[in-house]
């Protein structure tokens, strides 16, 4: 009886096994790879990387830069430097925030970071492992968006870094330079085959960014972001918003951690009592995060699944990490159709919880706030987010199926009338989440396939009913992973076998219905590796497939394959021709 435990028991605990005690793999391939036979300290740094859209930094050189910290985090866990602005006698219009890493010797941590301006969070990533050797990383995000705290004096810039290795000392040697790099237009023009594309504005398009950023988070102290360790855990900022708003954004960053990193595969609470496991990972496989304005429902989003550089096979993610690791997706939601409960100058709560969270999450948001000159009247028409839940939990022992399904939607109209005439608004939003879990072979082998499509609608018409503007934009975000572990040949090994298959597919359409712009980003891991409890992967073959394709009608396309194999690149093609 005890062994089977035993055998049921590890596999489940695989994956949080490696974010605590299992230092990280140095396989055999990754100091050969880099042309070091003679494995001296002098062997370069190996790059990591996500992949991503270029900025135009081989071609073109930024109108100015500013470099604002570097700093190496030993002991610390934040910093805060005075921010410096761009000098006036500098022109740009599009901005980036360089978030460079490099790190060396063989360190046991995962960590989080995030880079935040006046309380503003700007950037979220993860850390990856470190080396022998040494890796380095660049992390380069268009941040025009913020261009209201950017350009402001007086702030103070923090980056915080929190390891994800509980009770453990934080022994992470990492050094850390932040900067910002400002381009102009007339660059722009000069360069037509590498333009300033940027897809964070994907969905603002056409869209000035916000007169006012209000963060809605927490104190300096424990770094900006709530740490959330339960669903009844809920973190509330009072705001006040100006009588002239005419339209708000919420914008979300968040990541989950711990018990909750891999909440996807999470079995029901049902399943761990019957079977006594001694897990804390439970909670089922839906989480949600909630967001409201005095204790009301106005948004909901189901996280992207990004999976942190030692996540599910750690060989896996070298060099090449998963989609989102350096660059955490964050999510907007409209609250423009709320504005007439909050827009009164008095304080109003914004509250954020994570439906059936465990610990722990960080999260916090910004509120991009749009100003009118005169008083804005916004009258609202709205039902608040409906909600179909469904499970079906069979399990017998330790092998069942459980299935998750979830159906959202959500719908306001509002009018608002400001200088720019009287415009009515109808927002639609469709969110649907299909997760199936399956434990087999005495639960040592667990099978995910997971769905999360969302698709939001805004349309606009003027006080004639004459349409404005629509847009539409569809998000997909496949999930397959697969876990299967057995006891090795070598006594106490296990050898587990790993798959991880994965989509982020984003589509914005204009209101002729052509598609205007499409990223499709998909990856497909293979592989296996062989443990010993309490030490580093001992041996392991992994393979790390990427495509990624984006393609904007106004402004052209990119795309680009990586193929990894046992940590080599052993392709990796770029094109910037559209296909179609
Ligand atoms: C490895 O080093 C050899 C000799 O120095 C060189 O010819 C070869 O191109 C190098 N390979 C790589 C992948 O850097
Ligand atoms: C190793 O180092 C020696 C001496 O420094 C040098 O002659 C040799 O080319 C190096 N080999 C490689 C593969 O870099
Ligand atoms: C950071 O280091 C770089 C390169 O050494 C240097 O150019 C830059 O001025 C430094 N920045 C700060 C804020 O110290
Ligand atoms: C961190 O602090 C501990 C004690 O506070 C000290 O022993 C250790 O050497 C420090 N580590 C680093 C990398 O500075
Ligand atoms: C980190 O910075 C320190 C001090 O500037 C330097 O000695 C060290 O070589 C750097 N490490 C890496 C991996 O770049
Ligand atoms: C920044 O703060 C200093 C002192 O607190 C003040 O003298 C200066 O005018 C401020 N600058 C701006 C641009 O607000
Ligand atoms: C908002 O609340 C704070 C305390 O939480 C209070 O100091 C402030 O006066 C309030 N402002 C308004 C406009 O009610
Ligand atoms: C792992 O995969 C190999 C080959 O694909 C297969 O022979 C082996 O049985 C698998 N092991 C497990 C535990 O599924
Ligand atoms: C990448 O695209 C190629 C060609 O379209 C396709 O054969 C391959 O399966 C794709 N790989 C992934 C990981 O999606
Ligand atoms: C993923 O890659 C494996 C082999 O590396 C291949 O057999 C499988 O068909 C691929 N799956 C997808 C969805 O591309």
């Known amino acids: 009886m005890n062994a089977i435990k035993l055998l049921v028991f590890l596999p489940l605990l695989l994956t949080v096994t490696f974010q605590s005690s299992l230092k990280p793999p140095l396989s055999p391939s990754s100091s050969v790879n880099q042309n070091s036979t003679n494995d001296t300290n002098e062997a370069p740094l190996q790059q990591y990387l996500e992949l991503t859209l270029p900025l135009p930094t081989n071609n073109i050189t930024p109108a100015c830069s500013t470099s604002i910290l570097n700093h190496t985090f030993t002991n610390t866990t934040s910093v805060n430097v005075n921010y410096t602005p761009p000098p006036d006698t500098c022109e740009w219009s599009v901005f980036f925030l360089e978030f460079r890493v490099a790190c060396k010797g063989e360190q ?10 006046g309380g503003i969070e700007l950037l979220r990533t993860s850390t990856a492992q470190s080396t022998y050797n040494g890796v380095f990383w660049n992390v380069r995000k268009d941040v025009t968006r913020y261009y209201s705290v950017i350009t402001q004096h007086n702030l103070t810039l923090s980056v915080f870094f929190q390891s994800l290795v509980e009770n453990h000392e934080f022994n992470v040697v990492y050094n850390v330079s932040v900067s910002f790099l400002f381009y102009s237009d007339t660059a722009e023009a000069h360069s037509p085959s590498r333009k300033l594309i940027s897809v964070k504005n994907y969905e603002n398009d056409g869209n000035t960014p916000a007169d006012v950023i209000i963060p809605i988070s927490g104190g300096v102290n424990d770094g900006f972001w709530f740490r959330i360790h339960d669903e009844s855990d809920t973190r509330t900022k009072d705001v006040q918003i100006s009588s002239k708003a ?8 968040v990541s989950f951690h711990g018990d909750d990193e891999f909440w996807y595969m999470n079995p029901p609470d049902l399943y761990i009592k019957a079977n006594d496991l001694p897990i804390t990972s439970g909670k089922g496989s839906y989480r949600e995060v909630l967001v409201t304005i005095d204790g009301k429902l106005v948004g909901t989003v189901i996280p992207f699944p990004v999976i942190f550089p030692g996540g599910i096979n750690p060989l896996f993610w070298k060099p090449v990490v998963s989609i989102g690791a350096f660059d955490l997706p ?3 939601i409209d609250l423009t159709s709320y504005l007439g409960l909050f827009s009164d100058c008095h304080n109003h709560s914004i509250g954020i919880r994570i439906s059936n969270g465990i610990s722990f999450w960080l999260v916090d948001a910004n509120l991009h706030v749009w100003l009118d000159n005169s008083n804005v009247q916004a009258i609202m028409e709205y039902e608040p ?9 069979e399990f017998e022992g330790l092998d069942g199926e459980f299935k998750t399904e979830v159906e959202r939607s959500t719908s306001s109209t509002r009018l608002v009338q400001s200088s720019k005439g ?11 989440f299909t997760n199936k879990l399956k434990f087999k072979e005495y639960g040592t082998r667990k099978e995910l396939e997971q769905k999360i499509k969302t698709k939001t609608k805004v349309k606009i018409t ?20 697969t876990v299967a572990a057995r006891l090795g040949s070598s006594k106490g090994g296990w050898l587990v076998n790993t798959t991880v298959i994965q989509g982020r597919n984003e589509k914005f359409t204009n209101e002729i219905g052509s598609v205007s712009r499409v990223l499709n980003h998909d990856l497909n891991c293979t592989g296996w590796m062989m443990l010993v409890k309490g030490n580093p992967i001992i041996s392991g073959f992994t393979e790390n497939h990427q495509n990624y394709s984006y393609m904007d009608v106004l402004k052209g396309c990119y795309s680009r394959k990586v193929d990894v194999v046992e940590g080599d690149v052993i392709a990796d093609e770029t094109t910037s021709i559209c296909v179609n």
């Open 422 to 432: 009287v415009l009515k608004t109808k927002v639609t939003e469709e969110i649907k």
């Open 330 to 332: 964050s999510y907007d």
């Open 385 to 393: 987010p409906s909600m179909e839940i469904e499970h079906k939990y």
């Open 246 to 253: 005419y339209k708000a954004v919420l914008e979300l960053y």
């Open 108 to 117: 046991h941590d995962n960590g989080i970071a995030g880079v935040w301006i």
């Open 462 to 481: 003027d006080n004639k009913g004459h349409s404005v503007g629509e847009t539409v934009i569809e998000k997909t975000y496949p999930l397959k992973i």
